[in-house]
């Protein structure tokens, strides 16, 4: 009685995973097993479920938690051996060969794509920079009056779109940990560059393409100094290094 009890429960919750219903999906499973303990594969029914559950819960970012979907016994900390063996206990409980789940070829998918970021130094390390939160804001001038952890708003990285904190009250310039770079933006309040500008008279005159979109206009130098163009399509300063015969380099800008 017990046993078909539990394959019932077996069968609707393959039925609901095939809807998309992961959460009924798991609900089944765990009455199939609480019917039948030792009901053959419901085991790796659940492990192949939970898998795809911790897929579909993104970070703060939108990447899928690698660390999670290899059962969340790992995690940023976990040296590559401990993740290695996680892995290989996962795969047994996943494999197709091994369970004949129809979430089972997508969960074994799954975690040969978190070993595959996992397991490699320089991808692990570009993940871990990616999906961990933003830290929180540094305040690096000593007279300023802001008490630590104080928080001045956020926008988004124009070059990797990660979520950054302004870095003053002024709320005109970001700092992003992921690119190594710091944005400066032009405020509203900020007169655009004047067609006729000193630069002319110091022969920094030339237009120069903006390097950071894809239109084609030419922005004119700022100042005498000839340091730094205003793009009309950028929100933000572009800062060059230093003036070559052949124009000016943009090695150094801040986008």
């Not at 990660?162 to 992003?176: H, V």
């Amino acid at each position: 009685m017990f046993t078909k009890a539990a394959q019932s429960a077996r069968n609707c919750a393959e039925k609901s995973f095939k809807a998309q219903d992961l959460e009924s999906a798991i609900k089944y499973a765990d009455t199939a097993k609480k019917l039948h303990p030792q009901f053959d594969g419901i085991d790796q029914l659940l492990v192949a479920y939970h898998v795809h559950v911790a897929a579909s819960k993104k970070r703060f970012n939108g990447e899928t938690d690698w660390y999670a979907v290899l059962g969340g016994v790992v995690n940023a900390s976990t040296d590559k051996e401990s993740i290695k063996k996680q892995f290989k206990k996962m795969a047994i409980m996943v494999h197709p060969d091994k369970n004949s789940s129809v979430a089972a070829e997508g969960a074994f998918k799954l975690i040969s794509e978190a070993w595959n970021v996992l397991s490699d130094p320089t991808l692990r390390k570009k993940y871990d920079l990616r999906s961990s939160p933003p830290p929180p804001p540094s305040y690096s001038n000593p007279s300023s009056s802001a008490p630590p952890g104080a928080s001045f708003g956020s926008r988004a990285c124009p070059r990797c779109s990660r979520p950054c904190d302004y870095e003053d009250k002024k709320r005109s310039s970001i700092n992003c940990p992921v690119c190594v770079r710091r944005y400066a933006f032009r405020t509203s309040s900020a007169k655009p560059p004047a067609s006729s500008c000193s630069a002319e008279a110091a022969g920094f005159s030339t237009p120069t393409p903006c390097p950071c979109c894809t239109s084609s206009t030419l922005c004119k130098h700022d100042n005498a100094e000839g340091l730094s163009v205003s793009c009309p399509n950028c929100p933000f300063k572009l800062f060059v290094q230093s003036k070559h015969a052949w124009g000016f380099s943009f090695s150094k800008r801040f986008c």
